[in-house]
């Protein structure tokens, strides 16, 4: 299955086929031509398929000279430090402006490599294979890069377009059962914001193992295609690309004040779909019920639906930092209805409200 980003200036392709991570030099080389290429993975994914795909990108077939470049698993090291590193190790490989960095990993992966392809010599165009949930079907598509800061969560980024996606559904299978319900944090927020057919999907499943085995290219395909979609529509995040920030205002906040990696990015978000619209409900600004639909949802699929401690104070301050914040004014989003978003802005005195967990 492909789908096709068809961005103005950069448009580029989604390619979800089981098996396709065995035909990695073929994808490549009809991308680039020869040239050298940094592999950013972290340690565990290196493990797994590091050297794999070094062996496949380095036949003589292609003519790309490869090296890896490894850092250790986890948000803690999205960080402008790790990201130094990377460009040092660069650096001394050679790299010019000519040749290219390959994002392997998950959605910690993704950033970094995306941050630092973007920013090593002003730009040097780069690749995304992710394998995890949350980076198939969210943050390997859309050109969002960016590491952390002590102070809120993609704090320093940038907009970068991949020259393409690779996702090969069969590297789930080596997700341990948190990784891959995480990411379903993100596909049930996918089913909320655009997609009923995916949200009657995973209804009708029994469980998290049914749809790995029997649903994962069309769970990717629907979540990759919302995505495509409101890129498409709004690639710099100024209008209807923010209905993706569902339940990330107040779970980046989450994973913030946490501690970064405590609390994995799709549990964040499950906490925050589910706060937000359970203050939202009160106020009468979503379909009454809908909260319940939702905590229900969240729980089928061994996410949590709160988190401890919680702190509202640290959580407002974490917000205030948020880069959809616009002076005194915070745009959230809200689900009206299943499949209907919109986007609500506040001030960020009444962001208060919404923080309250009692």
Known sequence: MKLQVNLPQH??????????????GDWVSSLWKPQKI??????????????KILALLSSPKYGFEVEIF?????EASKNLATAEKAWNFCAEFGLTRSDGIIALGGGVTGDLAGFVASTYMRGVHFLQIPTSLTAQVDSSIGGKTGVNSVFAKNMIGTFAQPDGVLIDPNVLQ???LREFREGLGEVIKCALIADTALWELLESVQDDKELLENHAEALIYRSCNVKRAVVVDDEL??????????????????EATAGYGKVMHGEA???GMVQISKIAEAKGLIEEGLTEKIRQM???FGLPESFKPWDENLLFTALTHDKKARGKLIKTVLVTEIGQAKINQISLEEMKDYLKND
């Open 174 to 176: 080596t997700l341990g």
């Open 38 to 51: 940094v592999l950013i993975s972290d340690c565990h994914v290196n493990r797994l398929y590091g050297e």
């Open 269 to 271: 978000v499950a906490i």
């Open 298 to 300: 969240v729980l089928k």
């Open 70 to 74: 490894e850092f250790p698993e986890g």
């Open 11 to 24: 448009p580029y392709e989604i390619l979800i086929e089981r098996g396709s991570m065995e035909k990695v």
């Open 237 to 254: 995040d100024n209008g209807v690309r923010l209905y993706l920030n569902f339940g990330h205002t107040i779970g980046h906040a989450i």
